[in-house]
């Protein structure tokens, strides 16, 4: 069992930055590939960014070269930066661990992108 809490959203000026966070307790971290998921009103949950257990990371186009993913294994927290954020980066984050059949999410965190 993996227990995941995320925090960090919040409302941003486009253009600026919020860095989420996502703490995993209950299991062994650093064997789960984690990810953040987003869902906007109206609209399928999707892929943001993952990052395998042995470090590989994984972007959906429309954030690549803006949204960093990274992972702590020896603080059981996997992060997302995001800089240079746009109205349509307003979402519900979530993040997920993944090992074999296995599917944990979080809470979610709300992040809101306007002037």
């Known amino acids: 069992q993996v227990q995941l809490v995320e925090s960090g959203g919040g409302l941003v000026q486009p253009g600026g930055s919020l860095r989420l966070s996502c703490a995993a307790s209950?299991?062994?971290?650093?064997?789960?590939?984690m990810g953040w998921y987003r869902q906007a009103p109206g609209k399928h949950r999707e892929l943001v960014a993952d990052?395998?257990?042995?470090?590989?990371?994984n972007y959906a186009d429309s954030v690549k070269g803006r949204f960093t993913i990274s992972r702590d294994n020896a603080k059981n927290t996997v992060y997302l930066q995001m800089n240079s954020l746009k109205p349509e980066d307003t979402a519900v984050y979530y993040c997920?661990?993944?090992?074999?059949?296995?599917?944990?999410w979080g809470q979610g965190t709300q992040v809101t992108v306007s002037s």
């Open positions: 997920n661990a993944h090992h074999t059949f296995l599917d944990y």
């Open positions: 209950g299991s062994i971290f650093r064997l789960y590939t």
């Open positions: 990052i395998s257990s042995g470090g590989n990371t």
